[in-house]
């Protein structure tokens, strides 16, 4: 069965370093979808980057940027120089495959902390 | 902005009686999503609907029926609330083709006494 899995309940970063966010993912789908969401206090949840499984480059969106390794089936977040507003609950998600409605399932979240 | 709209956007109920939420939508869009979030699960689907008429389940379903009788509207009933879905529930939208990224509604914080 598809699962996406984030190990990081909790993570802490100075703000202006470099902080990752990591990301496994499980599927027998050949063409499927990662993406990352941000929701912070306030609760709404905010598009970040997406990858396509068949995408041979990373995926970048400004500070953000999708570490893919599809052999190992990770998709990790890098965040560039942290942000106080990057303190938020992240999520992991991917899109099953051609199937029908798309499906796209959520990890448990990762909560990141930026520290001044 | 997609325009979604999920009313109420809070609500407290008691065990055992029956609660609709609706998801409106402004752009026809074809896929709608309900979830629910809980601390430590993220967000799990429900139903999800790929059309009018046209819904399925999703990975935590039971207890929960969908209708979607036309494009805007995606509706989630629960017949027989219970505690344990004491929840924020989320509406969500994907446009036909593109990375079919998800947009989100504002939620709706359901509490069941």
């Known amino acids: 069965a598809q699962k996406i899995t984030q190990t990081q309940p909790g993570m802490f970063v100075q703000e202006k370093e470099a902080v990752t966010l990591d990301c496994t993912y499980d599927t027998s789908d050949q063409s499927y979808g990662l993406f990352w969401y941000k929701q912070p206090s306030s609760g709404e949840m905010i598009f970040l980057i997406y990858q396509g499984s068949y995408d041979e480059q990373n995926a970048t969106e400004g500070r953000y940027s999708l570490n893919f390794q599809k052999a190992r089936k990770s998709a990790n977040l890098v965040i560039s120089a942290s942000q106080l507003g990057d303190s938020a609950m992240y999520f992991c998600a991917m899109r099953e495959g051609n199937t029908g409605g798309f499906k796209t399932i959520f990890g448990a979240g990762t909560r990141l902390f930026v520290k001044a | 902005d997609a325009g979604i709209t999920q009313s109420p956007r809070h609500k407290v109920t008691e065990t055992g009686t029956p609660v609709t939420l609706r998801c409106h939508q402004t752009e026809n869009h074809r896929y709608m999503y309900w979830y629910r979030q809980d601390p430590g699960h993220g967000l799990r689907l429900i139903h999800y609907?790929?059309?009018?008429?046209?819904?399925d389940k999703g990975e935590v379903s039971d207890g929960y029926s969908v209708s979607r009788s036309k494009t805007e509207d995606f509706l989630l009933t629960l017949e027989s609330a219970t505690s344990s879905q004491t929840s924020v529930y989320f509406c969500?939208?994907?446009?036909?083709?593109?990375?079919?990224?998800?947009?989100f509604g504002s939620g709706t914080q359901l509490s069941v006494l």
């Open positions: 609907s790929y059309g009018v008429k046209d819904t």
């Open positions: 969500a939208i994907s446009l036909q083709g593109g990375d079919e990224k998800l947009f």
